[in-house]
């Protein structure tokens, strides 16, 4: 199931650690559904048993990336309001975690307390769990103010996974996780590669860095599927014997930036249709994806679109007056159905301004939502069907996602 360096977990050792991890924190430190359970940990294999042992106590998860600035963690810490977090002696002076709220992976004491629990999954209606509780809250950059927290349920976020399922199939059986835990892409990166049956490798944190490493790692793994934005996907591309470390690949996804055209040409100048190319788009309030465009060689030579949605969820492009924007009109996307976050943390007025009334609200349809996301994003419809995005409304800048 997990590989990091040379610790292997399979599927029985991760599901009996972070049951007992699961048991613990009910148990031990309190934890009902929708607890803020922090967890702060470099690349390892405790990264993944946290995060599903939180999930299977029916806490959510809140990542914090170590290497945040302490000004940003100790933000989050107190906004989270964290009992409890979940990491390593070795991290707390850098990050302020206090002893109180430390639960250490490597404290002997810790370990030991865990290897006394039951190794059984816990019964999720005894748990009072259901499908409106949080699965966990990931903190946005903060790049037009303060980082903000967005909820996610487990409804979004099992609707999110079974609908990654359904549009690609089982396409991946090895999967090299670049990002970090704190960013949305690695949603799919370990619910979709794990609920797939796959591999989830996880890079130290130093060989991330070094664009030699990630290619052994990937060739010596016959690592199948690919998640990362255009501009690092087109530094493995260019980087010395990239195409030939790159051959188990049989599929690309590119996110979190617009995909210019010159990595189509690098890409099928690579791989030709040997690998298939797709450019997804979704925010983080929309629970990572919520657009996907199959890239074809030759098709398109000018803008490459962000596609359709790949599911239920409903795409709107509305005016000022949030009235609808025909074909070729530009306007800002508006995202509703079944894959919307329950809104921002303690931010009730900025929920209130991003999460609006839908007005095509439709009772009788299954997929029609109460709730729009106000994306911030302008794009417009093509002739063909598909969104062509056009950039920000505001004056955000994204570089390299």
Same mark, same amino acid.
């Given at each position: 199931?997990?590989?990091?360096?040379?610790?292997?977990? &399979?599927?029985?050792?991760?599901?009996?650690?972070?049951?007992? %991890?699961?048991?613990? %924190?009910?148990?031990?430190?309190?934890?009902?559904? @929708?607890? #803020?359970?922090? %967890?702060?940990?470099?690349?390892?294999?405790?990264?993944?048993?946290?995060?599903? !042992?939180?999930?299977?106590?029916?806490?959510?998860?809140?990542?914090?990336?170590?290497?945040?600035?302490?000004?940003?963690?100790?933000?989050?810490?107190?906004?989270? &309001?964290?009992?409890?977090?979940?990491?390593?002696?070795?991290?707390?002076?850098?990050?302020?975690?206090?002893?109180?709220?430390?639960?250490?992976?490597?404290?002997?004491?810790?370990?030991?307390? #865990?290897?006394?629990? &039951?190794?059984?999954?816990?019964?999720?209606?005894?748990?009072?769990?259901?499908?409106?509780?949080?699965?966990?809250?990931?903190?946005?950059?903060? +790049?037009?103010?303060?980082?903000?927290?967005?909820?996610?349920?487990?409804?979004?976020?099992?609707?999110?996974?079974?609908?990654?399922?359904? =549009?690609?199939?089982? %396409?991946?059986? +090895? =999967?090299?996780?670049?990002?970090?835990?704190?960013?949305?892409?690695?949603? $799919?990166?370990?619910?979709?590669?794990? &609920?797939?049956?796959?591999? #989830?490798?996880?890079?130290?944190?130093?060989?991330?860095?070094?664009?030699?490493?990630?290619?052994?790692?990937?060739?010596?793994?016959?690592?199948?599927?690919?998640? $990362?934005?255009?501009?690092?996907?087109?530094?493995?591309?260019?980087?010395?014997?990239?195409?030939?470390?790159?051959?188990?690949?049989?599929?690309?996804?590119? $996110?979190?930036?617009?995909?210019?055209?010159?990595?189509?040409?690098?890409?099928?100048?690579? =791989? !030709?249709?040997?690998?298939?190319?797709?450019?997804?788009?979704?925010?983080?309030?929309?629970?990572?994806? +919520?657009?996907?465009?199959?890239?074809?060689?030759?098709?398109?030579?000018?803008?490459?679109?962000?596609?359709?949605?790949?599911?239920?969820?409903?795409?709107?492009? #509305?005016?000022?007056?949030?009235?609808?924007?025909?074909?070729?009109?530009?306007?800002?996307?508006?995202?509703?159905?079944?894959?919307?976050?329950?809104?921002?943390?303690?931010?009730?007025?900025?929920?209130?301004?991003?999460?609006?009334?839908?007005?095509?609200?439709?009772?009788?349809?299954?997929?029609?939502?109460?709730?729009?996301?106000?994306?911030? @994003?302008?794009?417009?419809?093509?002739?063909?069907?598909?969104?062509?995005?056009?950039?920000?409304?505001?004056?955000?800048?994204?570089?390299?996602?």
């Amino acid at each position: 199931a997990v590989q990091f360096g040379e610790e292997r977990l &399979s599927y029985q050792q991760l599901n009996e650690k972070s049951n007992q %991890l699961a048991h613990y %924190l009910v148990t031990e430190r309190g934890v009902v559904p @929708d607890t #803020l359970v922090g %967890l702060c940990v470099e690349r390892s294999v405790e990264m993944v048993i946290g995060l599903l !042992g939180i999930i299977k106590a029916g806490g959510a998860y809140v990542p914090i990336d170590p290497d945040y600035p302490s000004s940003r963690i100790a933000y989050m810490l107190q906004d989270a &309001s964290l009992g409890t977090v979940l990491t390593h002696s070795s991290l707390l002076e850098r990050t302020g975690i206090s002893q109180s709220q430390a639960l250490l992976f490597d404290d002997e004491g810790v370990q030991d307390r #865990l290897a006394g629990q &039951s190794i059984r999954n816990l019964p999720v209606q005894g748990l009072g769990l259901t499908s409106s509780h949080l699965a966990y809250v990931i903190y946005t950059s903060g +790049s037009t103010g303060t980082p903000k927290g967005v909820m996610v349920e487990h409804k979004g976020l099992v609707f999110s996974n079974t609908s990654r399922d359904e =549009f690609y199939g089982k %396409l991946v059986t +090895s =999967f090299l996780m670049l990002s970090s835990i704190s960013f949305d892409s690695s949603v $799919a990166g370990v619910f979709w590669i794990l &609920s797939a049956g796959a591999k #989830l490798i996880l890079p130290e944190g130093r060989e991330v860095k070094e664009l030699s490493r990630i290619l052994q790692i990937m060739q010596e793994n016959a690592v199948d599927l690919l998640i $990362a934005t255009p501009s690092f996907y087109r530094q493995i591309l260019s980087f010395p014997g990239g195409g030939e470390a790159l051959k188990g690949l049989s599929n690309v996804i590119v $996110a979190g930036e617009s995909l210019p055209p010159a990595a189509v040409d690098e890409h099928f100048s690579s =791989f !030709g249709s040997s690998v298939q190319l797709f450019n997804e788009y979704g925010p983080t309030e929309a629970i990572v994806w +919520s657009t996907v465009f199959k890239v074809t060689e030759g098709e398109y030579l000018g803008t490459i679109p962000i596609g359709k949605s790949p599911y239920a969820d409903k795409l709107y492009i #509305l005016d000022e007056q949030k009235m609808l924007n025909p074909i070729g009109v530009p306007g800002e996307l508006c995202i509703g159905g079944p894959g919307l976050a329950r809104g921002y943390l303690n931010q009730h007025e900025l929920t209130t301004a991003k999460f609006i009334e839908n007005p095509f609200y439709d009772s009788s349809d299954p997929s029609s939502s109460q709730r729009l996301y106000k994306t911030g @994003d302008l794009v417009r419809w093509r002739e063909d069907g598909n969104l062509e995005y056009l950039g920000r409304i505001d004056h955000q800048v994204k570089i390299r996602g």
